[in-house]
């Protein structure tokens, strides 16, 4: 196949050079509710990537961010004890779920990533609309089956903040600490 970044033809969507080139993870920081959110990319640097979403090359492009992005956190990622990861709106309602790929890739030593945890009951699509929308809409967040008192939290995008807030909130509600959060990719106004 072709790298769909250079053209060169490349065993993988991405050929090592590019991945290499352009999608070597930073940390971008933002802070909700006394919680880090730590983010990999720059929304408007990954954009067109972002938008397969959707797609059968989506879950392949996913897959190659994941391995830059957060599987080389997890690597690096100390701490005395195994801790669990989980993701919002980790079911999948197309053939993958793009947040349970990221969270996957966190498997290492220190991290052990649980699934299906945090449902919204509320799934409306939140893709360009207001934060007034938004916060009118909240995702009403379960937690389900849950063993755990600390947990790091996923998402793919943090816009608004408005989702991780929501689903901070919950944790803490259920007596859960969040230690910290991660997102692939940040989409803040100067991010856009
Ligand atoms: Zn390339």
Redesign the pocket.
């Known amino acids: 196949m072709k790298?769909m970044?250079?053209e060169?033809l490349?065993l993988t969507h991405?050929?090592s050079?590019?991945q290499e080139k352009f999608l070597q993870p930073q940390i971008y920081k933002r802070n909700i509710q006394n919680t880090q959110v730590i983010s990999f990319y720059k929304y408007k640097e990954i954009k067109k990537l972002l938008h397969t979403k959707h797609t059968d090359l989506g879950y392949h492009l996913f897959n190659i961010l994941a391995k830059n992005s957060f599987q080389r956190f997890a690597k690096e990622f100390q701490y005395p004890y195994k801790v669990n990861s989980i993701a919002i709106d980790d079911k999948s309602n197309y053939a993958y779920s793009h947040t349970a790929i990221l969270n996957k890739h966190l498997k290492s030593k220190n991290i052990e990533p649980l699934f299906n945890k945090l449902r919204a009951n509320n799934t409306v699509n939140y893709s360009g609309k207001s934060k007034a929308f938004r916060l009118q809409n909240p995702r009403n967040f379960q937690l389900l089956d849950v063993n755990f008192n600390e947990v790091i939290l996923i998402d793919d995008i943090i816009t608004t903040g408005i989702t991780l807030n929501e689903a901070i909130l919950t944790l803490k509600q259920n007596g859960i600490k969040p230690l910290f959060c991660l997102t692939l990719a940040d989409s803040s106004e100067a991010n856009k």
């Open positions: 790298c970044m250079c060169s490349s991405i050929c050079s590019c």
